[in-house]
């Protein structure tokens, strides 16, 4: 895995933005309807290397200031007011703060996207950098 991405713009098209999904968002995920809207852009890997810790709550939380492992998640295209929406649910920025991130896409294209980071991470250190569904 390369260590630093030459990373397009997070806007998927004139008035769409990018955002990377890793826990309760993703598909089959108790929150995924908040992305019913919202176009799948497919599976993708962060970049740079973060740290998931699986909370008592029970959903991830995604650490910045840990370089463990790159993290797998999902990517979908939203407009404005659907991240406005996202922001309300992850009470960002009470619980979570969003991030622009660099995320490699399953074809291999390095991209853009926004990434929800916990602001007091919680809970136990997963093993690797993917969250399963309960």
């Known amino acids: 895995m390369k260590e630093s991405c030459n990373c397009r713009s997070n806007t998927a098209?004139?008035?769409r933005l990018v955002v990377f999904v890793y826990g309760t968002l993703k598909r089959g995920g108790s929150n995924h309807h908040w992305l019913a809207?919202?176009?799948?852009m497919g599976e993708g890997e962060t970049c740079e290397h973060y740290a998931l810790y699986q909370g008592a709550d029970p959903w991830p939380h995604l650490v910045e200031s840990e370089a463990r492992y790159?993290?797998?998640?999902?990517?979908?295209?939203v407009i404005p007011q659907e991240l406005a929406q996202l922001d309300e649910l992850e009470e960002c920025p009470q619980l979570y703060v969003r991030k622009e991130i660099a995320v490699r896409t399953a074809?291999?294209?390095?991209?853009?996207?926004?990434?929800?980071?916990?602001?007091?991470?919680?809970?136990?250190?997963?093993?690797?950098g993917s969250w399963n569904l309960p």
Do not use: T
């Not at 809207?37 to 799948?40: E, G, K, L, S, Y």
């Not at 790159?70 to 295209?77: A, D, F, K, R």
């Not at 991470?121 to 997963?126: S, V």
């Open 13 to 15: 098209s004139d008035d």
């Open 37 to 40: 809207q919202a176009v799948c």
């Open 70 to 77: 790159p993290v797998q998640g999902e990517l979908y295209s």
């Open 107 to 128: 074809g291999n294209e390095e991209i853009r996207a926004w990434a929800y980071f916990s602001v007091r991470p919680e809970g136990d250190l997963l093993a690797d």
